[in-house]
Each structure stands twice: as structure tokens, then as C-alpha cells.
């Protein structure tokens, strides 16, 4: 089975502050995406990084970038110059390129706080 | 543009009442996804279609009945809600169900939030 794990349910940080989020996974698979999504109290889920598995680079966008651990089955989400804006959840998955099942599976979700 | 667009944004109907979800999406995906979320929890996932054909239905009950008209367009018609229905529902898209490596990256509309009394 797949499983996603997020273990901190809530995180708070200041403003303009760097926060990191931890996620692992546990997969058989050797090709699969992974994704961060961004939900705020808008509740739209926002894509806001993603990281194919046979890339060595880590993926980077804008303040957000990953930190990919292929061998310890880690995908942390960094954070820098937290904005007000970032607060929401923020939920890690998991997908399979080939074959096999092709739902995403979710972790918990870490509730993020940026605190001003 | 990766718009994925829901209506109603919210909804409340009786548990003898029938209404319908909306989706829809150009951005040429060929796969589309009904999530139910729960407050605080990761979305479930409810039903998959791929080229308007439905591929997963995930053990979700008949009062629940998705419809995927054309590629561009997914209802969900409810009828005989219960309480416990209450939630947001979310759509999503991706590319292709096989094929394209982003196959199946996938990218969610803003939900309509469903309240059954």
C-alpha cells in the first residue's frame, strides 16, 4: 500500500521567516510524481510544486522548493520569506507514473500560520 | 490557464431535494475527478472519468450519480442527501489518463461547499 505521512498537523511562522514541512511516503513504485498542494481558507487546492522521482534536481519554484530524498522516501516543502498570504493547508501526495493505481494519495495536511 | 471552474460555490438542500454540480475545464484534459473533503482532511476521492467514460467508482453511495457529458464538462447529481453529505466537493483535471508523463497531474477548482439539513 501507499501511504503519504505529514507529522506535524500545525506549524506557525513570522513573517519574512523560512519554514520547512515535512512529508514521507512509502511506495514500491520507482516512478511517481509528488506534489505539494496549497489550500487556504478559500479552500482552492492550489498546485505548488511538483517533483518527478527519477529527476535528481530538486525541484524550485519562486520562494517554494523541495528537498527530495529518493533512498529515505522524503519530499520536505521549504518556504522562504514567508508571507501572510502562505497561511493554509498544505498537503503532500503522491502519485504513480505507471500503471498500478492511478489515484492520488493525500497526507493529513499540516495547517501553516504566518504569523505578521 | 490551468482553470478548473465548479458552480454552485455553495449549496444547501434538503435530504428530499435534487440538485446538480457543475465542472468544467479547456484545458484539453481527458481525465476528470470528483473529491468530497471533509473539514481539516485530505480530499476523498469519489469517481474518476477518463474520456468521458467512468474508470473509478469508489464504493460511494447511489445517491451520489456522476455524469461526464462531453471532455470538458462533469456533474454530480445528488439526490436523497443525508446529513452526514455535508462537505466540500472538489473537481479536479489532468491531461490523460496514460501517455503523457503530467498525465496525471492534476488541478483542482475551488469546490462547492454543500451543507444537507
Known amino acids: 500500500a501507499q501511504t503519504v505521512t505529514q507529522s506535524q498537523p500545525e506549524m506557525s511562522v513570522q513573517e519574512a521567516e523560512t519554514v520547512t514541512l515535512s512529508c514521507t511516503y512509502d511506495?514500491?513504485?520507482?516512478?511517481?510524481?509528488l506534489f505539494w498542494y496549497k489550500q487556504p481558507p478559500s479552500r482552492q487546492m492550489i498546485l505548488v510544486i511538483r517533483?518527478?522521482?527519477?529527476?535528481?534536481q530538486n525541484a524550485t519554484e519562486n520562494r517554494f522548493s523541495v528537498n527530495f530524498q529518493k533512498a529515505a522516501k522524503s519530499f520536505s516543502l521549504k518556504i522562504s520569506d514567508s508571507q501572510l498570504g502562505d497561511t493554509a493547508m498544505y498537503f503532500c501526495?503522491?502519485?504513480?507514473?505507471?500503471?498500478?493505481?492511478?489515484?492520488?494519495?493525500f497526507g493529513k495536511g499540516t495547517k501553516l500560520t504566518v504569523n505578521p | 490557464d490551468t482553470e478548473v471552474t465548479q458552480t454552485p460555490k455553495h449549496l444547501v438542500m434538503g435530504m428530499t431535494n435534487k440538485k446538480s454540480l457543475k465542472c468544467e475545464q479547456h484545458?484539453?484534459?481527458?481525465?476528470m475527478y470528483w473529491y468530497k473533503q471533509k473539514a481539516k482532511k485530505p480530499p476523498e476521492l469519489m469517481f474518476v472519468?477518463?474520456?468521458?467514460?467512468?474508470?473509478i467508482n469508489e464504493s460511494v453511495p447511489s445517491r451520489f450519480s456522476p455524469e461526464c457529458p462531453n471532455s470538458s464538462l462533469l456533474n454530480l447529481h445528488l439526490h436523497a442527501l443525508q446529513p452526514e453529505d455535508s462537505a466540500l466537493y472538489l473537481c479536479?483535471?489532468?491531461?490523460?489518463?496514460?501517455?503523457?508523463?503530467?498525465?496525471?497531474?492534476?488541478?483542482f477548482g475551488a469546490g462547492t461547499r454543500l451543507s444537507v439539513l
Open positions: 511506495t514500491s513504485e520507482n516512478n511517481y510524481y
Open positions: 517533483q518527478e522521482a527519477y529527476k535528481q
Open positions: 472519468y477518463s474520456y468521458e467514460k467512468l474508470s
Open positions: 501526495a503522491f502519485i504513480p507514473t505507471q500503471g498500478g493505481s492511478e489515484k492520488l494519495v
Open positions: 484545458m484539453g484534459h481527458r481525465a
Open positions: 479536479a483535471s489532468s491531461l490523460h489518463w496514460a501517455g503523457s508523463l503530467a498525465k496525471n497531474i492534476q488541478y
